[in-house]
């Protein structure tokens, strides 16, 4: 036959709730609080160092698409101007002889041609300042 025990019957554990010390003395919505807060600290701060903002609206989309090409050309052409030396003429200075090894192009042609004259800009801006 069955044998009958005098112990009592083992104890369950506590049910987990939100005021269930899990460690250190901290209850375990405190604990999740802290690790909630770390988490937003570590995206924001990933947020702040990574420009990783979403546009919202497809106009906004296609506003940063046309400014990103916008700047792209700019870039392209800024490569294309020459140096500022080459593009001014410092009055009083001494005109370099000509190199005869020079390769001749198609604008030095042309300015040989016209006598080197300045372009109609030049001389509105002269005409203004007097």
Known sequence: LSQATTEP???KPDPV???????????????????????LAVIITLCCIFKCRIPRTKKEIEARYAQRQAAKTYADKLETVPPLNELTEIPGAQVAEEKK???????????????????PKGSKKKDSEK
């Open 9 to 11: 019957p083992k104890k």
């Open 17 to 39: 709730t939100s005021e269930t010390v899990v460690i250190w003395g901290l209850r375990l919505w405190q604990v999740i609080g802290i690790f909630a807060i770390f988490v």
């Open 101 to 119: 090894e020079e390769i001749p192009t198609v604008s030095g042609k042309v300015d040989k041609a016209q006598g080197k004259k300045d372009g």
